[in-house]
């Protein structure tokens, strides 16, 4: 069996489509068929089947998409052993980290990985909790920070989690907005406000419209944003109040003020890994560098701040 085979046919299970694994891929969704059906023949079993127009794994193909992304998993620690054998950790390690988690967990982690230890290089991708946990599985990526608290993704027994923080979900709003000094807020106060919303499904908005709804509200939103500097910039300039995780709020950089919420909302944020073979030396430092940088009491990088 072709390695780069069984990893298309692992980014079928992991991706759902053709066109979805071809644009992973690089290729034509014609070239990822065909090359599947190599793979049938290569097994001598049917791996795929087609419902209307689209195709979905046999049991056989499920089967065999799983069981081969250990055995991929198995050979890229290998590879990398084989290169780095007696050296320091080495090669490429491919870290996807969501939007509030790149400036203060992954680049402290990054810089000081490249301080450290040279001959290992990481690549920094953007990756939303709804997103890298696929990517993770597909094997797009080695390592990612993320949430646990995304409902629409359940883990399972292919993914190992290391903690790393707990992160508050918070109040901004402007400076001298009437619920600064107010100490914790209820959001049922604030039904009358116009909020700035993440993009539609992304965490944060389906979070933040929970939360409104569960004060018995339907939020007036007036923007959306996928960049949280945007977000934050609209906020200072009066025109709108949001919700955003601790880690998102930089009190250096803009005007705003924070409030906790009358009922605390945190989530939880881990590294994970795919389970299988022990993980290689390169991705072994990278978690421990996680660790160290978000150790016990560094969770709590933002609090509630007043700006009058």
Do not use: K
């Not at 087609?50 to 046999?58: E, H």
């Not at 982690?109 to 993770?136: F, G, I, K, Q, Y």
């Not at 949430?147 to 001298?176: N, S």
């Not at 100490?183 to 944060?204: I, N």
């Amino acid at each position: 069996m072709n390695p780069w085979r069984l990893r298309l046919l692992t980014q079928l299970d992991a991706l759902g489509t053709v066109r979805a694994v071809a644009q992973a891929a690089n290729l034509s969704p014609s070239s990822v068929s065909q090359q599947l059906a190599v793979l049938e023949t290569e097994t001598r079993t049917q791996l795929l089947e087609r419902t209307g127009r689209r195709v979905r794994l046999t049991s056989a193909g499920l089967i065999l998409a799983r069981r081969a992304r250990v055995i991929l998993d198995h050979m890229d620690g290998v590879e990398a052993e084989l290169r780095g054998f007696g050296e320091e950790p080495a090669g490429l390690v491919r870290l996807g980290a969501f939007q509030s988690a790149i400036h203060t967990m992954a680049v402290p982690a990054v810089t000081r990985l490249a301080r450290e230890h040279p001959h290992l290089d990481v690549e920094l991708r953007e990756l939303e909790p709804h997103a890298s946990m696929p990517a993770l599985r597909a094997g797009d990526v080695d390592v990612i920070i993320t949430t646990t608290d995304v409902d629409e993704l359940p883990l399972g027994p292919d993914v190992d989690l290391v903690p790393l923080a707990t992160d508050r979900i918070l109040l901004v709003v402007p400076p001298g907005h009437h619920a600064v000094g107010r100490g914790a807020v209820d959001l049922a106060a604030l039904s009358d406000e116009p909020w700035a919303f993440d993009m539609p499904q992304s965490y944060m908005a389906n979070l933040a419209l929970r939360l409104c709804r569960q004060a018995r509200f339907e939020p007036r939103v007036v923007c959306r944003f996928s960049n949280y500097m945007m977000t934050l910039q609209h906020v200072e300039a009066g025109l709108s109040i949001a919700l955003l995780p601790g880690l998102a709020v930089d009190h250096s950089r803009y005007r705003v003020a924070t409030r906790e919420l009358a009922t605390p909302v945190t989530r939880n944020i881990t590294a994970a890994i795919r389970r299988g073979a022990p993980p290689r030396a390169a991705v072994r430092v990278v978690l421990d560098v996680l660790r160290d940088h978000t150790a016990p009491g560094s969770a709590q990088l933002r609090g509630p701040r007043d700006v009058r």
